[in-house]
């Protein structure tokens, strides 16, 4: 578990990782689509969120399932995701 780590300009891949107490520096944050990461007291500046593989493609999937007339089912993911932060 990366903990009071400063990533400055890197790339760092997040899957099923657990940072606590980390600053990310215009830094590329990629996720692939495995066991979500974890931050705690962690902060972010000028970071680039990148999604990889399966996160790709279920991001791709909802853009097609918006555009074949799931549009409310999608808002809805977006509604639950920022009201209650996804959790």
Same mark, same amino acid.
Request: one cysteine or more.
């Given at each position: 578990?990366?903990? =009071?780590?400063?990533? %400055?300009?890197?790339?760092?891949?997040? &899957?099923?990782?657990?940072?606590?107490?980390? $600053?990310?520096?215009?830094?590329?944050?990629?996720?692939?689509?495995?066991?979500?990461?974890?931050?705690? =007291?962690?902060?972010? %500046?000028?970071?680039?969120?990148?999604? &990889?593989?399966?996160?790709?493609?279920?991001? $791709?999937?909802?853009?097609?399932?918006?555009?074949?007339?799931?549009?409310?089912?999608?808002?809805?993911?977006?509604?639950?995701?920022?009201?209650?932060?996804?959790?």
């Amino acid at each position: 578990m990366p903990s =009071d780590t400063v990533y %400055n300009h890197e790339t760092v891949l997040l &899957d099923g990782e657990t940072f606590a107490d980390c $600053e990310f520096q215009e830094s590329r944050l990629v996720y692939a689509g495995g066991p979500p990461p974890s931050f705690t =007291d962690c902060r972010f %500046n000028a970071c680039e969120w990148k999604f &990889d593989d399966a996160a790709a493609r279920t991001l $791709e999937h909802l853009k097609l399932v918006w555009s074949v007339g799931g549009k409310s089912t999608v808002q809805a993911l977006i509604k639950e995701i920022t009201v209650s932060g996804g959790r």
